[in-house]
């Protein structure tokens, strides 16, 4: 691999970092509160199915 080559490569990053488009405070603000509460929902969810099934092999045994 030449030096150019590695030029050239670097050069291309740095053109489509440039294209990057950041999100807003209010957009960044948002997308975390929804995965908060994706994380929490399925979270309870689990929780119920694991305590449900331990039940149930309690009742098993």
Same mark, same amino acid.
């Given at each position: #691999? $030449?030096?150019?080559?590695? $030029? *050239? &490569? ?8 440039? *294209?990057? %488009?950041?999100?807003?405070? *209010?957009?960044? #603000? =948002?997308?975390?509160? #929804? !995965? !908060?509460? #994706? !994380?929490?929902?399925?979270?309870? &969810? ?11 092999? =309690?009742? %098993?045994?």
């Amino acid at each position: #691999m $030449s030096i150019v080559t590695v $030029s *050239k &490569f670097f050069g291309e990053v740095r053109a489509e970092a440039r *294209k990057v %488009v950041w999100p807003d405070r *209010k957009e960044t #603000m =948002q997308a975390t509160l #929804m !995965v !908060v509460v #994706m !994380v929490l929902a399925l979270s309870l &969810f689990l929780w119920l199915v694991d305590s449900t099934f331990s039940a149930l092999v =309690q009742l %098993v045994i």
